[in-house]
């Protein structure tokens, strides 16, 4: 269930062209999705709500690591794929192999552009662009007690060991 929703990158750009074309209105976030938990489930709802189709873009597990650190990902592009894609909220999944998601976002050109509000807006990437088509950049509000680094430690801690 879900994993038609799972599009590579070049078919997912043409979807978005596709259905802004029919004059839908997408949204677009994007992150790493290393351990999901409900701050990340509760900002696909949220980013959903400002749009008619939610597109998650998610780091790859090259990117993951050059970003995280040699230990990440944790969990394989594929599988954190296909359980972003079982959600409700999102419509679509796609994989990027970049560090910076600015490409992505610059083709796609979403009407919204959503990101967790651990980011002030002068570091979401892709604002400025978002912006000058005329469209919005929101920043959703953190939910407290939630990230997967705190996971992660949690559960060093619980085993003694490096994770």
């Known amino acids: 269930?879900?994993?038609?929703?799972?599009?590579?990158?070049?078919?997912?750009y043409k979807k978005?062209?596709?259905?802004?074309?029919?004059g839908v209105r997408v949204v677009l976030t994007n992150g790493c999705f290393d351990l999901l938990h409900?701050?990340?489930?509760?900002?696909?709802?949220?980013?959903?709500k400002l749009g008619d189709v939610l597109i998650v873009?998610?780091?790859?597990?090259?990117?993951?690591?050059?970003?995280k650190g040699k230990n990440r990902a944790l969990q394989p592009e594929r599988e954190r794929?296909?359980?972003?894609?079982?959600?409700?909220?999102?419509?679509?999944?796609?994989?990027?192999?970049?560090?910076s998601?600015?490409?992505?976002v610059k083709r796609m050109m979403p009407d919204v552009l959503v990101k967790g509000g651990h980011y002030t807006l002068d570091q979401i990437v892709g604002r400025d662009d978002v912006e000058a088509a005329g469209g919005?950049?929101?920043?959703?509000?953190?939910?407290p007690g939630y990230s997967t680094?705190?996971?992660?430690?949690?559960?060093?801690?619980?085993v003694g060991t490096r994770l």
């Open 1 to 12: 269930m879900g994993i038609e929703k799972i599009l590579p990158l070049e078919q997912a």
């Open 16 to 22: 978005v062209d596709e259905l802004k074309q029919r």
């Open 38 to 48: 409900p701050g990340h489930t509760r900002l696909f709802a949220e980013a959903r």
């Open 57 to 67: 873009a998610m780091n790859s597990d090259r990117s993951v690591c050059a970003l």
């Open 81 to 99: 794929a296909e359980i972003i894609a079982a959600m409700a909220a999102v419509d679509y999944v796609t994989i990027f192999d970049d560090e």
């Open 101 to 104: 998601v600015l490409s992505v």
């Open 136 to 143: 919005r950049v929101v920043p959703i509000p953190v939910v």
């Open 149 to 158: 680094t705190a996971i992660i430690e949690a559960a060093r801690r619980a």
